[in-house]
């Protein structure tokens, strides 16, 4: 065998190596760029929202965006943590995950009191919640799992003024939602016109009228929630961050130890005709 290898034609065999090296990695290639060619379709998706067609809306986030899951956290921490815990996940994973130092981690995100090994927990007295909203905030670490990261962010772009509720708002996604509308500074306030035309589920909107200016621009809106959904689906399922870098990793491994199978192959049956 090993003397059988040593007199074959070294010049064939090699241009038959390059080229299966050629193809692993240019497959390589084009699976390491596919999170960039994602996010750029979803950019596009954005550009086109029409409130008429909010159930349609796509958060259009991108898992391995590390900034944004970032700035999902800050604005998690700073907008929905009074009210929202996050019980099965710790502030040391968090750290880990999505690359914030400790330090950092300490300083921005976590409360005074709180040790990196302690879960995201919201101070917020269950029986109050009952009290003042009627219900208790639900935990959200599941919430992208249970309703979709696109639901929550239309849920989060369709508040609406609403005087007849105890919140004097109301919530396309989730109709009488008990949750005021905690955005409504950055977002500004808006109307919702229903058109008078009876759609087959109940209340068709035809537009929303800005009422009041928000701190942010539209746009600046939309990112603002894209965040935050991404960051809850990364909540949903902390493990897809690393999940997701591996499977490239995976996916090359196996096509190098196919090429190595293949001249395996070869070697065994060059003999046989
Ligand atoms: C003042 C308290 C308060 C704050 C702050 C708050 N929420 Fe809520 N949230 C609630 C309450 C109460 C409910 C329950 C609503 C219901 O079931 O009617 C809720 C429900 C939800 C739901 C579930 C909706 C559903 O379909 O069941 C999501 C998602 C949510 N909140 C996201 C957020 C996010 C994201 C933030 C931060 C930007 C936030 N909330 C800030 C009080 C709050």
Redesign the pocket.
């Known amino acids: 065998m090993v003397e059988s290898l040593m007199h074959r034609n070294p010049l064939g065999r090699t241009a038959g190596r390059l080229a299966m090296v050629g193809a692993s990695l240019a497959l390589g290639v084009v699976l390491l760029c596919s999170p960039a060619v994602r996010a750029a379709e979803t950019a596009a998706a954005g550009e086109a929202e029409h409130a008429v067609e909010w159930k349609s809306w796509k958060a259009g986030n991108s898992i391995a965006d590390t900034a944004s899951l970032q700035r999902g956290a800050a ?2 921490t700073n ?2 943590l ?3 815990s996050l019980k099965y996940l710790r502030y040391e994973r968090l750290g880990k995950d999505l690359n914030i130092s400790p330090e950092l981690l300490r300083k921005n995100l976590m409360p005074a009191a709180a040790k990196p090994t302690d879960y995201i927990l919201s101070s ?1 007295p269950k029986a109050d ?1 009952e009290a ?7 935990d ?1 670490s599941l ?1 992208t799992r249970s ?1 979709g990261t696109d ?2 962010y239309q ?2 772009k369709t508040f609406y003024v609403d005087d007849s509720r105890p919140t004097h708002s109301n919530n396309l ?2 109709e ?5 509308a ?2 409504s500074d950055l977002e500004g306030v808006k109307r919702a016109v229903f058109s008078s035309a009876t759609g087959g589920e109940g209340k068709m909107l035809e537009r929303f009228e800005q009422v009041a200016p928000g701190q942010l621009t539209a746009a600046q809106y939309d990112a603002f929630v894209r965040d ?2 991404n960051f ?1 689906q990364y909540v949903g399922e902390p493990t897809q961050v690393e999940r997701e870098g591996l499977g490239i990793w995976v996916v090359l491994f196996l096509l190098v130890f196919t090429w190595f199978a293949w001249l395996l192959k070869r070697e065994y049956w060059k003999d046989v005709h």
Not at 132 to 138: D, E, K
């Open positions: 604005n998690f907008y929905c009074g009210c929202h917020f919640g003042w909203f009627g219900r208790s905030p639900p959200l919430i309703k639901y929550v849920f989060l996604a989730l009488g939602a008990a949750m005021p905690v955005l935050t959904a809850l």
